[in-house]
């Protein structure tokens, strides 16, 4: 990836937020050219933004591509053909951040982006994970440097690939000090294994320590407009303080603000994480029906393409609008919903909107917790 204006002049730039095409190129953003010839006629651009800044920055389209319901913890995987053909669809309209980790399968998530992408391997822009696992079910972080060092390596011969573009610690491993995987990361990129270094879930104090040592490119936790904890305990403002990228999951939390899901919609059991979160029981399902009915209402006023938004478009479109160093990365295993969400991009707001937006919004009550309460996974995000 090309560098791009340095990550002041860019933020400077962007006093005024909006979106789409045109409003993210006077924000300091560019589009992809065409760059991979393709059967097809022609592949399709997006705007760009800037993940870091200075050695760290990197290019990644405004809307990234999560990947683990392609292969894991979201029902049974659909057959992996399907989702080879996915991926090169999304790569045909511009997306060019996939989003991986070596716990999504676990591996087959990494094996399938690697028989996706082998052929356009330096047109994409492929983040995956490490330090998280579950031996016999139970979750467990460890980023000791040997662990490290055997999981860079397994997950680069599962992309096919011999290096990685951002490498992200999962969640903070509390028995290995972040400065000691800091420097194991700055030793990684001087190796030319991995080209920038992520955390994610990680608190501000953590991410301080962290950048000292080695400097974070991208900050990747939970951020919707239902889950918006990142405004409030200094981690969004820790990453514009610091000139550090932002990598939303779960923008349309979990699919909820897709708007098609209620009190009805079943889990997978054993398959499907969802199963096990307050957020997804039917009562809960129900109640914040009052959120998605919000949404409705301002997807009335906006237009895609002569019609009129979709939940999910606004929501993504709010997400893209709080800084320009944000990157949603929801995920999808169907091309309709893939193409909705790059709709997103089309959409702005004026600052009066988002601040009527903002001031709704933190009137509806969220019922249900993200995390079952007291769970390791709970106890494992904002370390």
Request: glycine share 6%; with cysteine; charged share 25%.
């Given at each position: 990836m090309k560098s791009m204006d340095s990550r002041r002049e860019f933020l400077k730039n962007s006093g005024k937020v909006m979106l789409g095409a045109a409003a993210l190129a006077s924000l300091g953003t560019r589009v992809f050219a065409q760059d991979f010839k393709s059967s097809k006629s022609s592949i399709q651009t997006l705007p760009s933004r800037i993940l870091g800044?200075?050695?760290?920055?990197?290019?990644?389209?405004?809307?990234?591509l999560g990947c683990m319901g392609m292969s894991a913890n979201h029902g049974v995987p659909p057959p992996v053909k399907d989702m080879i053909r996915l991926l090169h669809e999304a790569f045909e309209l511009g997306v060019r951040y996939f989003d991986t980790a070596e716990i999504y399968g676990p591996h087959t998530n990494e094996i399938l982006l690697g028989k996706a992408f082998k052929d356009r391997r330096d047109k994409v822009?492929?983040?995956?994970?490490?330090?998280?696992?579950?031996?016999?079910?139970?979750?467990?972080?460890?980023?000791?440097?040997?662990?490290?060092?055997?999981a860079v390596?397994?997950?680069?011969?599962?992309?096919?690939?011999d290096y990685i573009?951002?490498?992200?610690?999962?969640?903070?491993d509390t028995d290995t000090p972040i400065e000691e995987v800091a420097q194991t990361m700055s030793e990684l990129i001087k190796m030319g294994k991995i080209r920038h270094y992520g955390?994610?879930?990680?608190?501000?104090?953590?991410?301080?320590?962290?950048?000292?040592?080695c400097p974070i490119t991208s900050i990747q936790s939970h951020y919707s407009m239902m889950m918006r904890e990142v405004e409030s305990n200094d981690v969004l403002s820790t990453c514009e303080e610091l000139g550090i990228g932002f990598s939303a999951y779960s923008p349309l939390e979990r699919?909820?603000?897709?708007?098609?899901m209620n009190e009805n919609t079943k889990f997978h059991p054993e398959l499907d994480m969802r199963a096990s979160f307050p957020r997804f029981t039917p009562e809960a399902l129900k109640a914040n029906q009052v959120f998605i009915e919000y949404l409705r209402e301002l997807a009335k006023s906006k237009k895609v393409d002569g019609k009129e938004a979709t939940t999910a478009q606004i929501a993504l479109a709010w997400l893209l609008a709080q800084k320009p160093f944000i990157m949603p990365?929801?995920?999808?295993?169907?091309?309709?919903?893939?193409?909705?969400?790059?709709?997103?991009?089309?959409?702005?707001?004026?600052?009066?909107?988002?601040?009527?937006?903002?001031?709704?919004?933190?009137?509806?009550?969220?019922?249900?917790?993200?995390?079952?309460?007291?769970?390791?996974q709970a106890k494992s995000v904002g370390l």
């Amino acid at each position: 990836m090309k560098s791009m204006d340095s990550r002041r002049e860019f933020l400077k730039n962007s006093g005024k937020v909006m979106l789409g095409a045109a409003a993210l190129a006077s924000l300091g953003t560019r589009v992809f050219a065409q760059d991979f010839k393709s059967s097809k006629s022609s592949i399709q651009t997006l705007p760009s933004r800037i993940l870091g800044k200075d050695k760290a920055a990197l290019e990644v389209s405004a809307l990234g591509l999560g990947c683990m319901g392609m292969s894991a913890n979201h029902g049974v995987p659909p057959p992996v053909k399907d989702m080879i053909r996915l991926l090169h669809e999304a790569f045909e309209l511009g997306v060019r951040y996939f989003d991986t980790a070596e716990i999504y399968g676990p591996h087959t998530n990494e094996i399938l982006l690697g028989k996706a992408f082998k052929d356009r391997r330096d047109k994409v822009v492929i983040g995956t994970k490490f330090g998280l696992y579950y031996p016999f079910k139970v979750q467990q972080q460890d980023s000791s440097k040997k662990s490290i060092f055997r999981a860079v390596d397994e997950s680069l011969k599962r992309l096919q690939t011999d290096y990685i573009d951002l490498y992200t610690q999962h969640r903070v491993d509390t028995d290995t000090p972040i400065e000691e995987v800091a420097q194991t990361m700055s030793e990684l990129i001087k190796m030319g294994k991995i080209r920038h270094y992520g955390l994610s879930e990680a608190g501000a104090r953590t991410i301080r320590r962290a950048h000292k040592v080695c400097p974070i490119t991208s900050i990747q936790s939970h951020y919707s407009m239902m889950m918006r904890e990142v405004e409030s305990n200094d981690v969004l403002s820790t990453c514009e303080e610091l000139g550090i990228g932002f990598s939303a999951y779960s923008p349309l939390e979990r699919g909820f603000l897709g708007g098609l899901m209620n009190e009805n919609t079943k889990f997978h059991p054993e398959l499907d994480m969802r199963a096990s979160f307050p957020r997804f029981t039917p009562e809960a399902l129900k109640a914040n029906q009052v959120f998605i009915e919000y949404l409705r209402e301002l997807a009335k006023s906006k237009k895609v393409d002569g019609k009129e938004a979709t939940t999910a478009q606004i929501a993504l479109a709010w997400l893209l609008a709080q800084k320009p160093f944000i990157m949603p990365i929801p995920e999808t295993t169907k091309l309709a919903h893939l193409k909705q969400n790059l709709g997103a991009l089309k959409i702005s707001f004026s600052k009066e909107e988002l601040q009527e937006i903002d001031t709704r919004i933190k009137a509806i009550k969220i019922v249900g917790e993200r995390y079952p309460v007291g769970s390791a996974q709970a106890k494992s995000v904002g370390l």
